[in-house]
Structure formats: C-alpha cells, structure tokens
C-alpha cells in the first residue's frame, strides 16, 4: 500500500522523429528515444526536437532545391551549386538523391618512402632522412638510439632551449643554506638555560623548555616556572624562573630566589638573583645580591643594607649601599651612589654623584664560590 502512495509519477512523452512514446520523470530535461535513439528535449512535459542538424546513418551535404529551378544534384558533371544554404541530409532520404559517402581506401602494398621525426626536427642527416620506412629485413630496434641521443631531440629539450639560459658562472646556494628566519628559530629551540642552584650556587645548563631540573652537585630541587605577584605576599618563594611583582603587588619580611626580577610595586625581602634585577618602585633589599645586570629607574631609591654585585649596573635613580660590578658602572645625571663603588669601569654623567670611595681595577670579580656546605633555612 505504501509502495503505491510512493510511488512517483512519470510523464508521457512522444518522439518528435518517429512518434514512439515512453514514459520518464516529470523533472525529466532531456532524453533518447528508445525507439530510434534521437535525443531531444522536454518543455513543459512536452517533447521538443534539437535545433541543431539532425544526423542519422551516413549522409552528406546537400543544396536546398529552389521552386524556380530544377532539382540539385550532385554527382552532375560540371553542375555549380545553386544555393548558398546547406544542411545535413540522412542517407536512408532516397528522395533528395542522397548518395552514401565514399568508403575507406584500400591499404597499397607498395613499399613508401619519408622523412623520418628526427630529419623533420634537423637531428638526422639526409641518408637517414632518405631512408625507406619499412623495416624490409632489419630486425626492431636495431636502429634504436640511446637515452642521451632521444633527450636531446625531446619536445622537452626545444622547449627548454627556447626559454633563458643559465649561465655556470653565477654563484649558487650552497645545498645546507637556510634562511635566516629557520637558522634564528633553529637555534632559539636549542638554547639552554644557565641555572644556579639555591643551596651550593653550581651553574648547570638546562632545556629551556623544562620546568623543573634539579641539581648536579647537591641534588637540590630547582623549579622553573614563573610567577607574578599582584598582591602583597610575606612568604617565601624559590624558583629559577621569572618573577614579577606588580604596581599593587609588594614582598616584605621574605625571601625570594629567582632569574629575572622586575619590580613595580613595593619590597623589602632578601633576594637571590641569577638574572638581570629591575627596580621601577622604592624598596630595601636585604641580604647580599648578586645579580647579571642591576638597573635603578628614575625616581626610585633602593637600599641594599648588605650591598650589592653585579656584573654591570646602570644607576638612573639612588643606589644606598656599597656596589661591586665586574664590568662598566653608568651614572646617568639622574642617578647618585650613596656608598663605595668598587668596578672595573666608572662611566659619570653630567650631574651625577657617588657619596663614598670610588676604585677602579680590572681585576674585580663578582663570581660567586660554590658552597661546601648549606643551610636550607637561609639563602644564599
């Protein structure tokens, strides 16, 4: 029953050559005729025949016949045609004296002489060029030529002949150049962090993409990750990664071990840093520091009750305490030295000042000597 209600309606269509009805989908555009195989169109469910020429069998091209004149045909001796108009004409159309088209010529058993491919592209000489085309009695492929011989004629070597030539004299890359985007990236996935340990101060290299490692000497827990301190904290906090303290963030009564250190907020701990230490906010820094690279912002004061080492420091605010630096000081004319400064370089500005002893020697170091022995309660 279901089948039945389903079922889709077909249409009725009659062909326009020979009459003969078959039924198709009513969304049907276009179809044959299962009769006589003619293809036509549907329109509004109706059969329509192509505009174009119909052609059925063998036929040929013939002259419309006028009124006024006598039938056209073709195979009259010495007759012009008579009309400017032709069509296709079927060949069964024995009224219009159609005559069926000429069939195939008869293969000739005669032995035919031609230019062979390679004298009509100019790679063979003219006895080549000359020679019969049958085989006669060689035997196949004896006259064959080698890869080197048919790349040399090849569609492909024209081509390539015709287009720019390249000289052998121009420099080439070298086959292990890399741009210098995938050398800077190659070698940023390699470089290794130089760690500190809190406890011994052993220097070690590690991944730059671990998060934790731990000691070589001392086997103590080193972590890496990073942290930004936005509120005020008192406890203590070890790590060789990164620390931030933020404008509403500040560190007091505490110690810190870190890399880098930027300050923006308030402190006054005991720190530990192996990197480059930032001040941008006022604060006491308590224990002896030793940093890579101390720098004091304008209109800041920080005191370093212990002092305070650095490889190289650059002092645009006010430093109290003593500063002992490996490499060049620089005092801009903002920035004043309240203590003694011990370095292998004094660079002074217009305006500044340094309250204290002053010496230069070449031979001032800031490294620090690894431990034999640890106190885990203290830093440093």
Request: net charge neutral.
């Amino acid at each position: 029953m279901f089948r039945k209600l389903n079922k889709t309606k077909r249409i009725t269509l009659t062909c326009p050559a020979c009459g003969h009805t078959q039924e198709e989908p009513p969304l049907v555009i276009s179809s044959f005729c299962k009769s006589c195989g003619e293809h036509f169109r549907v329109r509004k469910g109706k059969a329509i025949s192509n505009p174009g020429p119909r052609v059925s069998g063998l036929a040929e091209v013939r002259a419309p016949e006028k009124k006024t004149e006598a039938p056209f045909v073709l195979d009259a001796p010495g007759e012009t045609e008579a009309a400017d108009e032709s069509w296709v004409i079927s060949a069964e159309d024995t009224e219009r004296k159609a005559k069926p088209l000429p069939g195939p010529k008869e293969e000739d058993d005669t032995i035919e002489e031609g230019i062979s491919a390679g004298a009509f592209f100019g790679l063979a000489d003219g006895e080549e060029a000359a020679a019969p085309l049958s085989t006669g009695s060689t035997s196949l492929g004896e006259r064959a030529q080698g890869k080197e011989a048919l790349a040399e004629g090849s569609m492909a070597a024209l081509i390539q002949s015709q287009g720019p030539v390249i000289s052998a004299d121009v420099e080439k890359m070298p086959p292990n150049y890399q741009a210098p985007d995938k050398r800077r990236r190659a070698a940023d996935a390699t470089t290794a962090l130089e760690v500190r340990c809190f406890r011994c101060y052993h220097m070690q290299q590690v991944s730059r993409f671990a998060k934790s490692t731990q000691c070589e000497r001392c086997s103590a827990y080193i972590s890496l990750a990073n942290y930004e301190i936005k509120t005020q904290k008192n406890h203590t906090l070890r790590t060789r990664g990164d620390i931030v303290i933020g404008k509403r963030g500040g560190l007091k009564n505490c110690e810190i071990a870190c890399h880098h250190l930027t300050v923006n907020g308030n402190i006054d701990a005991r720190v530990d840093c192996s990197g480059d230490a930032v001040f941008r906010h006022s604060g006491v820094v308590r224990g002896n520091l030793y940093c890579r690279k101390l720098l004091i912002e304008k209109n800041c004061v920080i005191e370093f009750p212990d002092g305070v080492k650095a490889q190289r420091a650059d002092i645009q605010g006010q430093l109290v305490g003593n500063l002992t630096c490996s490499g060049p000081v620089r005092i801009s004319r903002t920035g004043s030295v309240t203590g003694d400064v011990h370095a292998t370089e004094i660079d002074l500005k217009d305006g500044a000042a340094i309250s204290g002893k002053s010496r230069i020697d070449p031979d001032t170091s800031t490294q620090l000597p690894v431990k034999m022995g640890f106190n885990p309660s203290v830093i440093g």
